[in-house]
């Protein structure tokens, strides 16, 4: 799939104190002559900060770490974990429509997107709020189909549980990710086969991480609401 950067940029990108800090913090993790190795961080940060990568931002990346703006690009046009276009400011959906997603019904998650978001992908819809886009395989295959929001998973979907998801994303509501089907993690739906030690937690550590910070996020003034741990799909 091409990628490429949106036409519309801004004028000049720059990190906020504390992401500068950071930031330099970060190359001082790797040896010297090495600092190239921390343009995914950076990348990372910078989108975090304004919500995509512009091109600006790949050039003061590539300034700070002494690299062609080119090579900058070409990291951020590879990982589709890098937006390269304004998304939604609450959720960016990206749907899996690789083969084993795509033979368990990412057709299906693709259509929810299309009714209930917008027809096209990239097409920011509900005030600001939410965008979509088909990605490649998101490496999670055993519980396709899935979709990525952000750093979580929603694994394990159908048109129905995925539809809800879309409507409380649209409501300021913010799902609980993981398995929609309750599994823990990747095991068998039936039941363990070969490790047959029962797994003793609520969750697995991805959701709990998801939960533990949306509660703290919550008590600090976010308008979002988080659905109670007790509704948790592997609760
Ligand atoms: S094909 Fe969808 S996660 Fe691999």
């Keep these: 799939m091409l990628r490429r950067l949106d036409k519309k940029q801004p004028l000049n990108f720059k990190f906020s104190a504390k992401n500068l800090a950071w930031a330099k913090k970060q190359i001082l993790n790797y040896p010297k002559g090495r600092k190239q190795s921390a343009v995914i961080p950076l990348l990372f940060r910078a989108q975090e900060q304004e919500g995509w990568v512009s091109k600006p931002a790949i050039e003061v990346v590539a300034k ?67 965008s979509w886009e088909e990605v490649e395989c998101l490496g999670a295959c055993s519980n396709a189909p899935l979709v990525q929001i952000g750093s979580d998973y929603y694994e394990d979907l159908d ?12 409501s300021g509501r913010k799902p609980v990710p993981g398995s929609q089907t309750k599994r823990f993690s990747s095991e068998p739906i039936e039941n363990l086969t070969t490790l047959g030690t029962k797994v003793e937690e609520a969750q697995n550590a991805s959701v709990e991480l998801f939960i533990d910070s949306s509660i703290k996020e919550k008590g600090s003034n976010t308008k979002r609401s988080l659905v109670s741990k007790k509704d948790a799909p592997n609760a």
């Design 159 to 170: 048109e129905e549980s995925f539809a809800k998801i879309v409507t409380d994303l649209i």
């Design 64 to 130: 700070m770490l002494d690299m062609a703006p080119v090579r900058v690009f070409e990291v951020a046009s590879f990982y589709f974990m890098f937006h390269l276009s304004p998304v939604g400011s609450a959720a960016h959906i990206q749907v899996c429509g690789t083969t084993p997603c795509m033979l368990r019904g990412s057709d299906g998650l693709i259509r929810q997107c299309k009714d209930k978001i917008s027809k096209r992908a990239m097409e920011i819809a509900h005030d600001g709020k939410i």
